[in-house]
């Protein structure tokens, strides 16, 4: 499967910091992002070595199929998706310790989502209040589930969305790495169809842009990178009152359409290639 992909992040207009981090891994077709919190720069710390681990032990797993999960595998999941709860059961731990040798990082956490495609399959795993979207066709959709106080009273119909999105306990976090030694991962898997986008973001975009905004710019753009730089612009001119980091990914055609097929005929290859052209 080919995609488009590109990921973008900045301060915003408030903070002095950017606590966010991000790592793509192209050839893996492997994302994640990560919000980091903690006082001084400790947020950057925890958020640099959940997307660092998660990335590393996944890349591990690769060219090791020998080794070990952390925590027990999920039957009902495929093993890719499980490497990446693994992962960021590991992330978990690694930040815990850091957190608890370092007097200074106690209380660092940080949230994560993450995806990595497994031929048309997308494994998401996520801990806290970043997002992953999915747009098919004008649909778009919240694939993860916030681990938010707000978000859980409105699960439970005590806030309306409405309210949720006015609440000033907007990040009481109720999952989070670092926190504690273990921590519950959620994770789901999705069939992928030519043309659909998937957005990571953290809480800097969708406080600050609304989801028919974010629905408008995925459809309107002509690129992965395109769709990023404007949806933080958007982030921006609406306060930037946060950290903000989007990854998107945008599933390109695997199949050449008629048209495509044939203005390549009119024109020639796009490229020189190896096979002389073919
Ligand atoms: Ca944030």
């Excluded at 957190?99 to 106690?106: C, H, L, M, V, Y």
């Excluded at 209380?107 to 997308?122: E, K, P, Y």
Aim: aromatic share 4%.
């Amino acid at each position: 499967m080919q995609v488009d992909v590109a990921g973008r992040t900045d301060v915003g207009r408030v903070r002095g910091n950017n606590e966010d981090s991000f790592k793509l891994v192209p050839e893996l077709n492997l994302f994640v992002l990560s919000d980091g919190m903690g006082g001084e720069a400790h947020g950057e710390v925890a958020s640099s070595m959940a997307v660092e681990g998660i990335v590393a032990h996944c890349l591990e797993g690769v060219y090791n199929k020998d080794l070990p999960l952390a925590g027990n595998a999920q039957p009902d999941l495929t093993p890719r998706t499980n490497r990446l709860i693994s992962a960021i059961r590991l992330a978990n731990k690694q930040i815990y310790e850091a957190a608890q040798r370092d007097p200074n990082q106690k209380g660092m956490g940080a949230t994560v989502v993450s995806i990595w495609l497994d031929g048309h399959r997308l494994c998401v795993a996520h801990v806290g209040d970043s997002r992953a979207y999915l747009m098919r066709g004008t649909d778009l959709q919240q694939i993860t589930d916030d681990h938010s106080l707000v978000a859980e009273q409105v699960r439970r119909g005590i806030l309306t969305k409405e309210q949720a999105a006015q609440s000033k306990m907007q990040s009481v976090l109720l999952r989070a790495l670092g926190i504690d030694e273990e921590v519950e991962v959620d994770a789901s898997e999705h069939l992928l169809m030519d043309g659909d986008s998937i957005l990571l973001c953290s809480d800097g975009l969708d406080r600050m842009v609304l989801d028919e905004e974010i629905a408008a710019t995925l459809l309107t753009s002509h690129s992965a990178q395109d769709a990023a730089q404007r949806l933080i612009q958007m982030a921006l001119e609406n306060g930037g009152e946060d950290n903000v980091t989007v990854v998107l990914l945008r599933v390109v055609h695997t199949e050449d359409g008629f048209l495509l097929r044939l203005w390549k005929w009119l024109n020639g290859p796009l490229e020189p290639t190896s096979e002389g052209g073919k």
